[in-house]
């Protein structure tokens, strides 16, 4: 799970997002694969044969920023890590969700599926930019912004793509929106900085020394 006190999005070990509500915990769900594997919503990326590598997830020191890495023979070809910006300041608000990829000791091919199912009874449009795709329906959008290039397949996302070693690219969500930037200007290693000394700042201030610490801080993140 990863959150900002708004909404809070479910990640699957597969690197797979199957649910998230935004902008808040109470909006309509744009991923929603949870409830329906087959006609739901989805975000996933994750490594071709997935069923022969290993998984293992955690998050990032006191924070609420999500890691999963597949591993080959024990050691890791593919790390992605999910978050949602978060900032001190109230005025700024982030309908984003970010996932940075690194690849490591070996080229791979990637899987990547951006499948929006909005509540609506029209169609999604679909609209192509120069940045990526913004998915439409009447009073929803979301748009996908990426280092890889992505392929309209009917409605949805589904591209295979190359992936050479020890790289790192992001792919960003950014919600509600009528146009895309170029990738640049969301600032992701910036956002990524301030959502980690967010969350640790928060930690820092707890009181709460004694037994049972860290799950009491992972509880508190949680919260």
């Known amino acids: 799970m990863i959150s900002n006190n708004r909404t809070a999005i479910l ?3 597969e690197g797979t997002i199957d649910w998230a509500c935004i902008p808040n915990f ?3 769900p744009v991923f929603d694969s949870l409830l329906d594997k087959d006609s739901g919503g989805k975000f996933s ?3 071709e044969d997935p069923q022969k590598l290993a998984v293992r997830q955690y998050y990032k020191e006191h924070t609420n920023i999500l890691v999963t ?9 593919l790390r992605i890590t999910d978050f949602i910006p978060v900032s001190d300041y109230n005025t700024i608000t982030f309908a984003e969700i ?3 990829v690194e690849s490591f000791a070996e080229p791979l091919n990637l899987h990547i599926v951006f499948k929006p199912h909005f509540l609506s009874n029209e169609p999604t449009l679909v609209e192509k930019r120069k940045e990526g795709f913004i ?3 009447r009073d929803q959008s979301i748009g996908i912004v990426s280092g890889f290039r992505l392929i309209k397949k009917d409605n949805i996302i589904d591209s295979t793509v190359e992936m050479g070693k020890n790289l790192a690219k992001w ?3 950014p919600y509600g929106v009528r146009h895309l930037n170029p990738l640049g200007d969301y600032r992701p290693y910036q956002n990524m900085e301030m959502t980690t000394d967010y969350w640790r700042k928060g930690v820092q201030e707890s009181s709460y020394k004694w037994i049972f610490n860290s799950e009491v801080i992972r509880s508190r993140l949680t919260l």
């Open 45 to 47: 990326i994750y490594p």
């Open 11 to 13: 990640v699957g070990m």
């Open 26 to 28: 109470d909006s309509k």
């Open 135 to 137: 998915f439409r329906s």
């Open 69 to 77: 890495e597949f591993l080959k023979d024990g050691s890791k070809i």
């Open 98 to 100: 970010y996932r940075h």
């Open 171 to 173: 792919v960003i969500a």
